[in-house]
């Protein structure tokens, strides 16, 4: 890996912006396009990107591009039952071999996320042109470098507690909002030897991955979650008595 560009799939349904012509609007080159973007603005050669979507063969995610990817990002809402299981069960076995994931706001009912979190990952919502504000509590951790407390975001969904997912590994950001909602924005989890960043901001009804700083997060989040070093699962090993003497 050192040395290497840092190789990101940013997989989109891109379901809203083929059947909405306001989110077409809004995101001309499709959610997928808006993230690729920021990452290749904050990165720059430092990473590799490029996208797939649910309509292509296999969702674009084929065993192929899986091991060819250090990361990949997703984005789900209306299509998650149309994810096929057989890819549900790559993209699993390609964390927990080392791969980073980066899960984004509504993807939080994707099919991958909750098999990783083993929950129903359920929330509370409400979209009413929110303010939301991200609180950084971890300034140490890597993914908040360049970050403002807090990130201010004009118009935004509700996302709420209670949020059904496994206590984090590493709590990073918490939102508050207009209607005095928080929610735990942003988490990471280890499975296997992979590495899991869920990051909530970011709705197809509001320009929110044109935000500057949700776009440093982004980035910083698909660097901290890539693989550190060779990938593979983990392995069952027996010890013969005496291996210690």
């Known amino acids: 890996m050192a040395g290497n560009p840092l190789r990101v799939t940013v997989w989109n349904e891109n379901v809203h912006e083929t059947t909405e012509p306001e989110v077409a609007e809004r995101y001309p080159e ?7 973007d920021g990452l290749v603005e904050h990165l720059g050669d430092g990473v590799e990107v490029t ?13 192929q591009r899986l091991a060819s990817t250090d990361v990949l990002t997703w984005w789900g809402h209306a299509a998650h039952e149309q994810v096929a299981d057989e890819v549900v069960d790559r993209v ?8 980073g994931l980066v899960v984004l706001h509504s993807g939080h009912l994707s099919k991958v996320f909750q098999r990783l979190m083993g929950t129903t990952c359920t929330l509370a919502w409400r979209n009413a042109d929110d303010r939301e504000l991200v ?3 971890d300034p140490t951790h890597p993914i908040t470098e360049g970050v403002p407390h807090p990130i201010i975001i004009p118009a935004q969904e509700m996302y709420g507690e209670h949020f059904d997912i496994p206590a ?17 924005s942003g988490c990471t989890f280890r499975r296997g ?21 949700v776009r440093r997060v982004i980035a910083n989040g698909a660097a901290w979650v890539a693989p ?4 593979a699962l983990p392995e069952l090993r027996n010890r013969p008595l005496g291996w210690f003497e």
């Open 92 to 99: 699993q076995r390609h964390v927990l071999s080392g791969m």
């Open 193 to 213: 030897n992979g590495t899991v960043f869920y990051f909530s901001p970011g709705d197809q009804e509001y320009p929110v991955y044109h935000h500057p700083d």
């Open 30 to 36: 499709g959610m997928h396009g808006a993230i690729a």
């Open 135 to 137: 609180w950084t509590v």
């Open 228 to 231: 550190r070093g060779e990938r």
């Open 51 to 63: 996208t797939a979507t649910l309509a292509e063969p296999e969702h674009g995610l084929t065993e």
């Open 168 to 184: 984090p590994d590493e709590l990073i950001f918490v939102s508050s909002f207009s209607g005095g909602e928080v929610f735990r």
